[in-house]
Structures are given as C-alpha cells and as structure tokens.
C-alpha cells in the first residue's frame, strides 16, 4: 500500500571509493546488512565464488563491507583453478587492488555507480529496494525472516539468484549468470522503474493512508477498507462455488456424450443381431 520509502540524501562515497570504482568496469558489491554474521565457511564459499568470478574476468572488482567480520574470513582459500589466494593479505589496501575491503560503506553511493555491476546482498527489504532503485541486478544469500523471500522473489521475477549455502558450484555460477546474462539487468532496470514510482511518493502517501485511519474508522475500525471476503464464506469467498459449478457441468457433459455413444452403440448392436436372425 506504501512504499518503499527512501532516503532522499546519502553519503557520498570517499575519494579512495570514488578512485576505485572509476578504475573498474565490473564490480561486485557485498553487503549484509547490521546484524547477520556469518560463519568461515560462508565466507569461504562467498569470497571463493567471487574469486572464481575473477579467474574468468567475469567482474573486475569486489568492493565488500565486512562490518568488523574480517578476523571471520579464512586465512587461505583454493579456487577450482588451483589458484591459492592468501585472504589476510588482502585486507591490508594497496594502490591499484582489484578487492577492497571496507568497515563502513556509503551502500546508496555505491550503487549508484556504474561500475556497480551486481549486488551481493542478505536480502533485506531496504538494500533490495535501494539495489532496485537504480536497476542493479541481486544474488541473494539470505538468513532469516523475509530474507529467503527476498531470494525467491528475485528469481520469479527474474532480476536475481538464491545463492545456496552448501554448493559452492551454484553459488559460483549464480553470479556468473547474473552478470553474463542481460536478462537480470533489463529486469532489474523494469522494476527499476516501479521502485522509483513508488517511492518519489512514499512519505506523501504513507501520510495520506494515516489520516483516511483518523479521520475515517469507526470504533478502530476501517470499514471501506474491508475485504469483502471475509464476510463471505469460504466457498464464495475463494470461487470454490464457481469451480464446482463448472466441474459439475464439464461432468455432467462428458457422461451425457457417454450415455448417447454407448446408446448408439447398443441400437447398432442390435439391428446388426436382426438382419443375422433374418
């Protein structure tokens, strides 16, 4: 009914952020939220599938806030290739680094660049909708709550995938997809268009839906805002009367068209018996 309501000012991203992302083409974003924390081994099967990413130039960069988590990650981690990679090593930053770890990250800024290829996200209604409002495509690693819906949602609509946490061969080929299949873009860049709508006019209309509550209930009541169905029962209420209406009828049809055929079966039967007796 409202919503999303975003914000209409962000923090803007640091010169070292700004520098980074002007010098990449194809940069992944990861983020998950205040309160998820993740395992080692989430981390690894993360940090590995991005990597593999890599191998295959499939993205450029990974811009990652880890928010504290970065005693978490493991010390060493082997791609498919072979290639071992010491993950430690990579927290320290240095001038012309293709993966940049950060505590704090302006996330709206982010997204807003156009290096910004793919967000790597739990799920989250804000981060979905912030992802959505400048049309970047999602891989969805979710935890809890609306999180595994979030997932599902992405992938009915086509502008994400669920990254499973048991199979590091699907959570590295959820990302290849996503960035190699134009789809998720064009996609994301639909309801792009929605989330904006939608939010230009959230604040207004969340205001607007509170006072027709003040100014309109009876007893705490909302009356015109009532679903119908639920005065109804529940046959009429789901068109159960309807469908079993039109069942009936098909059945009553189709054993019409059987009585008649076996009827005309049986006088075939018959004349065929008297010009034999005859």
């Known amino acids: 009914m409202v919503g999303p309501i975003l914000p209409k ?16 083409k194809k940069v992944v974003y990861v983020a998950f939220g205040q309160h998820a924390v993740l395992t080692t081994e989430e981390l690894g099967l993360i940090m590995t599938s991005m990597l593999e990413n890599m191998e295959t130039g499939d993205i450029d960069g990974i811009l990652w806030s880890v928010r504290g988590m970065d005693h978490l990650f493991p010390k060493t981690l082997q791609t498919r290739s072979g290639q071992v990679y010491r993950i430690r090593d990579l927290f320290d930053k240095k ?15 982010i997204l807003h660049h156009p290096s910004t290829q793919l967000f790597l996200t739990h799920g989250g209604a804000g981060s979905v909708y912030e992802a959505l409002y400048k049309g970047v495509p999602i891989v969805v690693f979710p935890f809890f709550g609306d999180q595994p819906a979030a997932a599902i949602t992405a992938e009915e609509n086509g502008y994400g995938r669920w990254m499973k946490k048991d199979d590091q061969d699907q959570a590295t080929k959820a990302v290849q997809e996503v960035l190699r299949e134009d789809r998720y873009r064009l996609n994301a860049n639909r309801f792009k268009a929605l989330v904006q709508i939608r939010s230009n006019h959230g604040v207004q209309r969340g205001a607007d839906v509170v006072e027709e509550a003040l100014y309109l209930h009876q007893d705490g009541k909302i009356n015109h805002r009532r679903d119908v169905r639920r005065d ?39 004349k065929a018996k008297k010009v034999k007796s005859a």
């Open 9 to 24: 000012t962000h923090p803007v991203l640091t010169d070292d952020l700004q520098q980074f992302l002007d010098s990449h």
């Open 95 to 109: 001038e012309g680094q293709d993966i940049l770890f950060l505590e704090w990250a302006p996330q709206v800024a």
């Open 232 to 270: 109804l029962s529940f046959l009429k209420a789901y068109n159960l009367d309807l469908y079993l209406f039109s069942l009936s009828v098909i059945l009553g049809s189709l054993f019409g068209v059987y009585r008649l055929i076996s009827y005309g079966l049986q006088q075939s039967s018959g």
